[in-house]
């Protein structure tokens, strides 16, 4: 199965500029594979930070870019389903909501790299050391980043890098909620070393998700998005 596939982008607004970029040129599938994974990091970062309005530009562009004719076939069910979990994700009024389609998102991401037996080799990353409250987050971060490649790759190693991340102890202080959810995010962690299935890790995914954005949401307090997305 050869891997030039051209995927033509639709000119909707959130697109424009990457069509300029691209000076009007189909997309080899690397290219288009960059793009599906900046947007649906953009995606799950704002579901971190608990920012439902920044969840929507980046999930139309996933759930209404076009893939060309020449796509094989047996690719189509991947391709729809990853749109439809798109589309609830920007279509979401709830962050929980939001969090789950965007693991699933990720999931079908994963399925259709393991289906053709073809995907992703992600650059390593260090665990961040820094201490305090901050560490903490940092370092959450980095677990929710290797969990979601080990998702997207798919990757056993990467996900189970990201489950042993979360292995630490809770934060102390805050509200009764907010040691609540942390307590939580470790429960989780707990879960995901254990969970072999990719469709029970999305799940799992998509609680944490939930999960961060829910503290950060109670805490007032939490990552702030870059600028553009
Ligand atoms: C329809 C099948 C399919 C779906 C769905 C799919 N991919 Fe891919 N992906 C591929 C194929 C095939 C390659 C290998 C392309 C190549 O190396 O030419 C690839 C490669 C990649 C790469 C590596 C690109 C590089 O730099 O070599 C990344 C990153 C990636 N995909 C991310 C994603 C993300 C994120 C999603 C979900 C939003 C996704 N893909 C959904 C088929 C798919
Ligand atoms: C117990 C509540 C709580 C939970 C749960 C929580 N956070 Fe946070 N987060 C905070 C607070 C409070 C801050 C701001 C304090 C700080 O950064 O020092 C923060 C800040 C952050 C930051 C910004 C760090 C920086 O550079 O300043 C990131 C990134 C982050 N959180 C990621 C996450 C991720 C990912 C999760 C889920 C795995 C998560 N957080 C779960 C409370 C929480």
Do not use: N
């Not at 209404?64 to 069910?77: F, I, M, R, V």
């Not at 799940?203 to 805490?219: D, F, K, Q």
Request: hydrophobic fraction near 45%; include cysteine.
């Amino acid at each position: 199965m050869h891997t030039h596939i051209a995927l033509v982008v639709r000119a909707t607004a959130a697109v424009v500029v990457v069509a300029a970029l691209a000076c009007g040129q189909p997309q080899t599938t690397v290219e288009h594979m960059e793009q599906h994974f900046e947007e649906v990091d953009a995606v799950k970062d704002a579901i971190i930070a608990g920012d439902l309005t920044a969840v929507k530009q980046p999930a139309a562009w996933l759930a209404e870019h076009e893939a060309a004719a020449d796509l094989p076939g047996e690719w189509e069910p991947f391709v729809a389903d990853m749109k439809a979990a798109a589309k609830t994700a920007e279509d979401a009024t709830e962050i929980s909501v939001a969090a789950v389609a965007t693991a699933e998102m990720a999931l079908s991401c994963g399925a259709c790299h393991a289906a053709v037996g073809q995907g992703t080799a992600f650059a390593f990353m260090a665990q961040p050391e820094e201490t305090g409250v901050t560490g903490h987050m940092l370092r959450h971060s980095w677990a929710l980043d290797q969990l979601w490649r080990g998702l997207v790759g798919p990757s056993d190693e990467l996900w189970q890098q990201g489950a042993q991340g979360l292995d630490e102890a809770p934060i102390q202080g805050g509200s009764e909620e907010t040691r609540a959810l942390g307590m939580r995010i470790h429960d989780l962690g707990a879960q995901a070393t254990e969970a072999a299935d990719p469709a029970a890790r999305a799940v799992i995914y998509g609680e944490l998700l939930s999960t961060c954005a829910g503290c950060h949401v109670a805490a007032g307090q939490g990552p702030t998005l870059a600028a553009g997305h």
